[in-house]
Every structure is written in structure tokens, then in C-alpha cells.
Nanobody, 121 residues
């Protein structure tokens, strides 16, 4: 069983930056970040393997968002730069039950409660 707690969300002006953290309890493997805006489906942002050596991003965030992890702290991060109003959403951390990179919601077995990110224009 894995429990995930996100933090670091908040309000920021367009062009600003935020760093989200996801503290995990239990054994983690591949980790990912997703987001969900009101009235929209949950969408994939980034995923990172256990070692942290390989990451994969959704095209619309590549170059702006960076996923990383500190296995000693059992924590995953999402650094978000050049934020836009369309990035406004609830951001979720997710943990997979395997070691493969995954970009689908069904690839992940555990989810955090989410943290709200609001970007104003």
C-alpha cells in the first residue's frame, strides 16, 4: 500500500513558477504527475522511473515542467516554469505498481488527494 500527499500548489501569475512535491509512504516504483481541470478528463503530465534516470513528458509541458525524485526522501517533485492560465487545474501525484513508464491513468495504482494550482493572467 502506498500513500501519497501532494503539496506546493497555490496561486501564481502568468509566467511564474511553482514546485509541487509528493511525499510517499510505502514502496514506490514508477511515479507520475497528472492534472484535471474543471469539466475535463485527467491528463498526463510527466512520469519518472524508480532510478530517476529516465523521464517522459506530455508534449505540451516539455521544456516548461521537470519531474524529479529523491528516493532517500521518497518524494517526487514537479517543477513548473512559464506557467499559463490554461495550466490552472488540480494536480495529482500517482504511483504505479510496476517499473514501466506510463502515461495513462490506468497505469497507476495509487493517487494523492491533489493540490490546486491557479494561474492568473
Amino acid at each position: 500500500q502506498v500513500q501519497l500527499v501532494e503539496s506546493g500548489g497555490g496561486w501564481v501569475q502568468s509566467g511564474g513558477s511553482l514546485r509541487l512535491s509528493c511525499a510517499a509512504s510505502g514502496r514506490t516504483r514508477t511515479m507520475g504527475w497528472f492534472r484535471q481541470a474543471p469539466g475535463k478528463e485527467r491528463e498526463f503530465l510527466a512520469t519518472i522511473i524508480k532510478s530517476g534516470g529516465t523521464a517522459y513528458y506530455a508534449g505540451f509541458v516539455e521544456g516548461r515542467f521537470t519531474i524529479s525524485r529523491d528516493n532517500a526522501k521518497n518524494t517526487v517533485y514537479l517543477q513548473m516554469n512559464s506557467l499559463k492560465p490554461e495550466d490552472t487545474a488540480v494536480y495529482y501525484c500517482a504511483a504505479a505498481g510496476n517499473y514501466a513508464l506510463g502515461r495513462l491513468v490506468e497505469n497507476y495504482d495509487y493517487w494523492g488527494q491533489g493540490t490546486q494550482v491557479t494561474v492568473s493572467s
